[in-house]
């Protein structure tokens, strides 16, 4: 982690250090669009690159280049950049990495806004969309293999957990020349870097835990500097910047992300241990749980095992709609990773525009209920949880 020793030191100080003025321990938010300069030298300079400066907030911003360098720092790569929205790190990094002709490999079980990327709008661009089983890394490695520029992952996938082996697959992708992106929005640096695993470039919708308070919207990608470099080129021409109100209050947010994950992992752990042993659930999807299939590579991968986790009841739709309505300590809101537990049914929430048969293939029972453990009181939760099930 460059000149920091832990992640908890890095949250706080990294990319703040040297940016403080007039005293103040609170970085400024830059509002001003542009930049101006009295010595033409000096502002050409700055435009071409010769010099460090800002001409413009849709290319940088004082405010939101500290964000960008925390999470550099954080996740250990050479250069960072941000976005309006995950989906815009997303998006405008696979725009970006991918041209007509060219084949992307990923994974089936990816974010729900990233699927409609696969299916809908790379295809109009003349991209090969492959997507493969996310629990068959035999499978994958034999796609990876007939040629590629992009292998695509995402690891805990949303709703049901899976686990992809970041490392191994890496190697696969490295064979052919492919770049990997993992989407680490569910396990923030705290839990996993896929750089060390091999990973070329992570994005994050920094909506989640990063920010953590449920307040902002913000994405942000991460990596190799030539990957980065043309990320960021994109994005600054076609213009999904990160506003430098959202940029500061996800670096406010940053500050407390490694004590906010250990609880959410104690959380996450402590609800899917008393949710597995509930006669009225079913199954439990929680990569910490050791029946989980890829239990192994997620401890190999992964400091912690995070709060998200879900659950399926023994019963139909009605079940996951009484013990719903009666949980007090959850807002029934889509979304995660933030301070309150937030919960949903994927049924008729991220996979709403699947059919029932789309859902079973993709292993989604229809009795799922989408768990983000917050920061509450372990016991609380627990509690709220027993009292809404008894009446299930
Ligand atoms: N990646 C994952 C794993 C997500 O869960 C989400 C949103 O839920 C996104 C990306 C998209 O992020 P945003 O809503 O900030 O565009």
């Known amino acids: 982690m460059s000149d920091f020793n832990t992640s908890s030191t890095a949250a706080v100080w990294a990319g703040e250090e040297n940016l403080f003025a007039e005293g103040a321990i609170c970085l400024p938010v830059f509002n001003s669009v542009t930049f101006g300069y009295d010595d033409m030298g000096e502002w050409f300079d700055v435009a071409l690159g010769r010099k460090k400066g800002h001409i ?11 964000l ?9 790569g050479e250069e960072a950049t941000s976005f309006s929205t995950g989906m815009a790190a997303i998006s405008n990094t696979l725009f970006t990495l991918l041209a007509p002709g060219e084949r992307v490999v990923a994974v089936k079980d990816t974010y729900g806004g990233s699927n409609k990327i696969f299916i809908e709008f790379l295809p109009r661009m003349q ?83 990063l920010n953590g308070h449920s307040d902002v919207m913000g994405g942000l990608a991460v990596g190799r500097k030539d990957l980065i470099d043309r990320i960021f080129h994109y994005r600054e021409i076609t213009g999904a910047t990160l506003h430098p109100h959202s940029a500061y209050m996800i670096l406010r947010g940053m500050k407390t992300l ?20 509930h006669p009225k659930v079913d199954k439990v999807f ?18 912690g095992f995070g709060g998200m986790l879900s659950f399926s009841l023994k019963g139909g739709f009605d079940k996951v709609v009484t013990v719903l309505e009666n949980l007090k300590y959850a807002h029934k809101a889509a979304s995660l990773g933030s301070v309150g537990t937030l919960v949903g049914p994927p049924r008729t929430t991220s996979h709403v525009e699947l059919s029932e048969q789309e859902r079973a293939n993709a292993g989604i029972p229809e009795s799922l209920i989408r768990y983000s453990a917050g920061i509450e009181d372990g016991d609380d939760l627990i509690a709220d949880l027993e009292q809404a099930l008894a009446k299930a």
């Open 258 to 277: 490694e004590l906010r994950i250990k609880r959410h992992n104690e959380n996450g752990m402590r609800v899917a241990t008393w949710l597995s042993q």
């Open 127 to 209: 991209v090969d969309v492959c997507l493969c089983d996310t629990s068959d890394f035999d499978a994958i490695e034999r796609e990876v293999a007939k040629g590629c520029k992009v292998l695509y992952l995402e690891t805990p996938t949303n709703p049901t957990l899976k686990i992809v082996d970041i490392e191994r697959l890496a190697k696969a992708a490295h064979a052919v020349g492919a770049v990997v992106v993992v989407d680490n929005t569910f396990a923030t640096p705290i839990n996993q870097r896929p750089l060390t695993l091999g990973a070329d470039v992570v994005v994050y919708s920094a909506t989640k835990y």
């Open 56 to 66: 413009y907030s849709r290319n940088t911003n004082p405010t939101v280049r500290p």
């Open 286 to 303: 929680y990569p910490g749980l050791e029946t989980h299939p890829n239990h192994d590579i997620a401890r190999k991968q992964m400091t």
């Open 68 to 76: 960008e360098e925390k999470i550099r720092i954080m996740d250990g």
